[in-house]
């Protein structure tokens, strides 16, 4: 297999991840447990490549979209992710 194929896999992964530990959080905060995830945590998993992950999670939870930080955050990641794929997906092939 080409190893395109498994950056694919690894990025949806983590794009999974990205968006179950936002609902998990949504559902800790609704409960009021007091256990959280960090943002940093969150953030961590959109630089890690869950960026799609995260705004599709920030959407379906409606969770921190009043944050700032991932209010912008989470696009840029977006954006840069999607310009650097299609860099190595599309013109290096």
């Known amino acids: 297999m080409r190893i395109e194929y498994y950056l694919i896999f690894v990025l949806l992964f983590v794009n999974v991840i990205a968006f ?7 559902q800790w905060k ?45 696009p840029l ?3 840069f992710q999607i310009l650097v794929g299609g860099y190595f997906f599309f013109i290096r092939m």
Do not use: P
């Open 30 to 74: 609704r409960k009021g447990t007091g256990k959280r995830i960090s943002e940093y945590f969150l953030l961590f998993w959109c630089f890690a490549g869950g960026a799609l992950g995260a705004s599709l999670g920030m959407n379906v939870f409606r969770h921190k979209n009043n944050r700032q930080r991932f209010f912008v955050m989470v």
């Open 20 to 26: 179950v530990l936002f609902g998990i959080d949504k």
């Open 77 to 79: 990641l977006l954006l």
